[in-house]
């Protein structure tokens, strides 16, 4: 009779702690890393989970799961790191436009038992914990506190068999058949295996508000007025997440006008909703402004033999939406299915998993090019700077008035739970026809060939916003 010591879960555990190899090495242990490792593990795959700190983050993006976020970690068998986080419940959303407000809830035609979906607002770092814990009981995962620098890659062949690492400031390396790299939107890996750039055009500042008086509860908020948006969303039960677009170059952020806190003092805090204004000053003097770059990178095919880069690594959209998780999450879900031993027998069999790999481009589209280009038009319209792009930001405000399928449309692709391009192109042009409607109605008799022109001019901006996005999720 074979002894515990010869079990297939101490051989590979044995082999992960003293040879470091295993049928997959996941570097960073956020979001997807996390998430992906939990996943091949209970898959029956051996894998060394890599982070440079296992210290509970602390950051101020990354705290809002959309209702299609909370349905990827129910299939996932994750939904219990959601308990025990003090995580508030969404039900939608509040756009207040120069302080005229009006609700968009989550569709309630979205699921068959016809209750409305709902999304979850947290701590970032307290989920990020739960997810870790998970993994860190999972028999097949042993998890390394350790900075991962470089790929071990075979000179012959180009393929990647694992990483170079520092572990208490001594080399270490990590062997596997396949390399996964979540190591997020400052990746050190990126450069060397994708030709995108990640484009920053702002910034979003981040304060921790404390018993800030929303408008309408459960619901997350954005501020629409001269300025760049504001979100405001409650993280806990007494904390509020404000975040505050700060485009570059602004002049109301120069030194002689007091930085980025005179801006947020002077230029936001009166566009705010008055009960909220009282908790934002609080928190703006008492200086605890954090801030994150707001970046839009592209999705690409992973074509690097022995080697896949995911999450923020791989492709970025601005996170006006809240769609990072959710992307994330429901990537792992397509992965699981793509990469499970029924359809690759073995994570060594290079070119079956680049072959696998370009179904996950292209499949994962439903999704994931509408919460690209939805966050990105969006924040295009929400931080309009020329009249054509305010008309527009105008007409999706009063689209939403509209109420309906007007708001179920939008807010069911935002959430993740429409995944259907062809519905954003037609909210989205819906939109820009309603934008040139009132753009005619608002004007006099007398100027029509000028309102003709600025319909047209309108019309055309909308082009130059949407397409260039679809067409950087048409490119593989």
Partial sequence: MPSSLDSPHRNASTRRAEDHTADAVVVGAGILGTAIAITLARQSRSVLLLEKSLKEPDRIVGELLQPGGVEALLKLGLRECLDDIDACVVKGYEVIYYGQGVEIPYPANAVENGRRPEGRSFHHGRFIRRLREVAMKEPNITVVETTVTNAVINGWTGQVLGVESLTAGEKDYYFSALTVIADGYASKFRKEYISHVPVSKSKFWGLELIDADLPRPGHGHVVLGDGAPVLLYQIGTHETRALVD???????????????????????????????????????????????????????????PGMVLLGDAMNMRHPLTGGGMTVALNDVVLLRDLLCPENVPDLGDTKLVIKQMKTFHWRRKNLTSVINILAQALYSLFAANDPQLRALQMGCFRYFQLGGSCVDGPVGLLGGIIRRPFVLFYHFFSVALLSIWLTFTQAPVWKLPLTLLQSAMIFWKACVVLFPFIGSELRS
């Fill in 246 to 304: 700060v485009p570059e170059g602004l002049r109301s952020t120069s030194i002689a006008n007091g930085g980025v806190k005179g801006h947020l003092r002077n230029i936001v805090l009166p566009s705010l909703p008055k009960s909220v204004q009282s908790s934002f000053e609080k928190a703006l003097d008492e200086g605890k402004l954090r801030s994150m770059p707001n970046s839009f990178l592209p999705p690409s095919t992973n074509r690097t």
